[in-house]
């Protein structure tokens, strides 16, 4: 059974950093990339950053390049997404997804955030940004 487990959520202040964490479990990691996206109350999920380490791309939202860097670490299975200067309107649920890179959607159109188009996800971990 293949799990993605997001961590590392939680309350910080505006200005302030926070570390997630995205492991997975049940599928071969190379053969994966992750992306990270998110979803605050009332409105759509948005993709926020993505990862393929074995093609060395990465890819950011365009609100959060500068700030946000994504990196991955094979011999644990781990993506992580570092962010600082957090901002209020960095509030959501954040979720990890993984797509194969051996989808005609990966070859074809990644970097992206097609949300179908993520064979699996993670059940989300809550960030807060008070102002």
């Known amino acids: 059974e293949v799990q993605l487990v997001e961590s590392g959520g939680g309350l910080v202040q505006a200005g302030g950093s926070l570390r997630l964490s995205c492991t997975a479990s049940?599928?071969?990691?190379?053969?994966?990339?992750i992306g990270w996206f998110r979803q605050a109350p009332g409105k759509e999920r948005e993709g926020v950053s993505c990862?393929?380490?074995?093609?060395?791309?990465?890819y950011y939202l365009g609100s959060v390049k500068g700030r946000f860097t994504i990196s991955s670490d094979a011999a644990k299975n781990t993506v992580y997404l570092q962010m600082n200067r957090m901002k209020p309107e960095d509030t959501a649920v954040y979720y990890c997804?993984?797509?194969?890179?051996?989808?005609?959607?990966?070859?074809?159109?990644?970097?992206?955030?097609?949300?179908?188009?993520?064979?699996?996800w993670g059940q989300g971990t809550q960030v807060t940004v008070s102002s």
């Open positions: 997804a993984a797509v194969f890179r051996s989808s005609d959607y990966y070859s074809d159109y990644w970097p992206a955030f097609t949300f179908s188009k993520y064979d699996y």
């Open positions: 990862i393929s380490s074995s093609d060395g791309i990465t």
């Open positions: 049940g599928l071969t990691f190379d053969d994966y990339a």
